[in-house]
């Protein structure tokens, strides 16, 4: 990977926003995906000169979105039939009919966050989907988070230059930070709703 993007250095840059594009739109519908580190090197070339900063940040952006709405698309279509099909047991369907109010209530913050949730991207947009949140709103919304991110991290890439590789590790720190502490929410959240239906259920 680390040798492919080096060989972005010498390419024609067209090809350099057709990289940044494909990553910024593929993590949202194949997750895992190193895109967060692919966009921090098209920092590194921006300082290079090799491409422009709001070239950059608008192609990544637009990635970004693409797959998200992607994503909210396929869960608007076809969500519930696809966790029915697979009768997954570790997500009864009581539970999804759940979450799907909960992102009814709290999904336009979700979404606002959604960019700085890594891991949990692709999950954010096929809930919001699902729960038929309104289109434009979430389009709008979306993008606003992507924006913010991307520029983060190209600026980032820009700064660091050369020794743009050293952010991989923070990024991977903030990653597995952010994965225990929505783990850790959601188990919170699931524990209350228990409680209350026990609670219900006592009366």
């Known amino acids: 990977m680390v040798d492919f993007l080096y060989s972005l ?33 098209g920092g590194s070339l921006i300082g290079m000169g090799v491409v422009g900063f709001v070239p950059a940040l608008l192609i990544t952006t637009m990635g970004s979105v693409v797959g ?20 997954l047991r570790f997500l009864p369907i009581e539970a999804i009919h759940k979450v799907e109010a909960w992102f009814r209530q709290y999904g336009y913050w979700i979404i606002v966050a959604n960019r700085f949730l890594s891991g949990t991207r692709a999950v954010v947009s096929f809930f919001a989907g699902m729960s038929g949140l309104a289109l434009t709103r979430t389009t709008i919304l979306c993008s606003v988070s992507a924006l913010v991110w991307n520029a983060c991290l ?50």
Not at 192 to 199: C, N, S, V
Request: glycine share 8%.
């Open 9 to 41: 250095q010498s390419i024609n840059p067209i090809t350099v926003y057709c990289v940044l594009f494909f990553f910024a739109f593929i993590e949202n519908v194949f997750p895992p995906s190193p895109s967060d580190l692919v966009v921090v090197f």
């Open 68 to 87: 998200f709405v992607l994503m909210y698309k396929i869960g608007d279509w076809f969500g519930l039939h696809i966790i029915e099909q697979y009768k």
């Open 154 to 203: 190209l600026y980032g890439g820009y700064l660091l230059g050369q020794h743009w590789e050293r952010v991989g590790f923070y990024l991977d720190a903030y990653a597995q930070t952010v994965t225990v502490l929505v783990v850790i929410a959601a188990g919170v959240i699931a524990w209350r709703m228990y409680r209350k239906r026990r609670a219900k259920g006592a009366q």
